[in-house]
C-alpha cells in the first residue's frame, strides 16, 4: 500500500481535460511541496511538476498542478494521444527518519 | 545534467551485486543522488540518498539494512548494492539527481532520471 493515495486508472478523449487526485496526511502532502512525474511506456520517470505547480522545463502549459491541505491534483487540458502514460505523486514525509513517498500511480488512457 | 547507469545484470539468489550511476554536467557534490525501485508491472519506491559531497547516506525505512548506498565524488558515480540478493529484488532500479537541500521537501525533487538498470534475480 502506497502512503499517498492516487486512483488507479483515468482516461479521457483527445481534447478533453482530466484531473489525477493524490491523498496523502498532514505528515507528508499537508505540509511539503508536492512533486509529480510521467512514465511514458517503457521509458524513465520525468519531472513533470515541482512544488506543487511549477512546471518543469519543457513541460507544456497543458500540465497544471494544484494542492490543497492533505490532497493534491494533476489537470491535463486538451488531451492529446502522447499524453497516455503513469502519472506519480511524489512528497516528503516527514517522521524520524525522513524519506520520500510516492503515489501507486495513475496509468492514462486517451481513448 | 545526465546521469547514464550501468547495464542490466542477471543474478543468482545469494549473490552479491553492485550498479551504478555515473553523472555529468554539473557539480556532482552538490547534489543529493536518490536510488528507485520499480518492481515489474508496479509503482515507483524511493530507496534512500547519498550527498557525494561527503557521503552521507539516508534510506527509506523499506529499504535500510537491505541495500548500501555510496558514492565515489572523485568518479562523479553513484551505486547501489546488495549482499545478498533475493527474487524479490528483481526490478528495475532508477537513479536521479535530487535537490542540494540537507533535509525536507524539495529532496522530493528527481530530476533528470537515469535510464534504469534492470536487475534480474532467478535461480
Known amino acids: 500500500q502506497s502512503v499517498l493515495t492516487q486512483p488507479p486508472s483515468a482516461s479521457g478523449t483527445p481534447g478533453q481535460r482530466v484531473t489525477i487526485s493524490c491523498s496523502g496526511s498532514s505528515s507528508n502532502i499537508g505540509n511539503n511541496d508536492v512533486y509529480w512525474y510521467q512514465q511514458l511506456p517503457g521509458t524513465a520517470p520525468k519531472l513533470l511538476i515541482y512544488r506543487n505547480n511549477q512546471r518543469s522545463s519543457g513541460v507544456p502549459d497543458r500540465f497544471s498542478g494544484s494542492k490543497s491541505g492533505t490532497s493534491a491534483s494533476l489537470a491535463i487540458s486538451g488531451l492529446r494521444s502522447e499524453d497516455e502514460a503513469d502519472y506519480f505523486c511524489a512528497a516528503w514525509h516527514d517522521s524520524l527518519s525522513g524519506h520520500v513517498v510516492f503515489g501507486g500511480g495513475t496509468k492514462l488512457n486517451v481513448l | 545534467v545526465q546521469l547514464v547507469q550501468s547495464g542490466a545484470e542477471v543474478k543468482k539468489p545469494g549473490e552479491s551485486l553492485k550498479i551504478s550511476c555515473k553523472a555529468s554536467?554539473?557539480?556532482?557534490?552538490?547534489?543529493?543522488i536518490a536510488w528507485v525501485r520499480q518492481m515489474p508491472g508496479k509503482g515507483l519506491e524511493w530507496m534512500g540518498i547519498?550527498?557525494?559531497?561527503?557521503?552521507?547516506?539516508r534510506y527509506s525505512p523499506s529499504f535500510q539494512g537491505q541495500v548500501t548506498i555510496s558514492a565515489d565524488r572523485s568518479g562523479y558515480t553513484a551505486y547501489l548494492q546488495w549482499s545478498s540478493l533475493k527474487a524479490s529484488d528483481t526490478a528495475i532500479y532508477y537513479c536521479?539527481?535530487?535537490?542540494?537541500?540537507?533535509?525536507?521537501?524539495?529532496?522530493?525533487?528527481?530530476?533528470?532520471w537515469g535510464q534504469g538498470t534492470l536487475v534480474t534475480v532467478s535461480s
Open positions: 547519498v550527498y557525494p559531497g561527503d557521503s552521507d547516506t
Open positions: 536521479a539527481r535530487s535537490s542540494t537541500a540537507r533535509y525536507g521537501s524539495t529532496l522530493g525533487r528527481l530530476d533528470p
Open positions: 554536467g554539473y557539480s556532482f557534490t552538490s547534489y543529493w
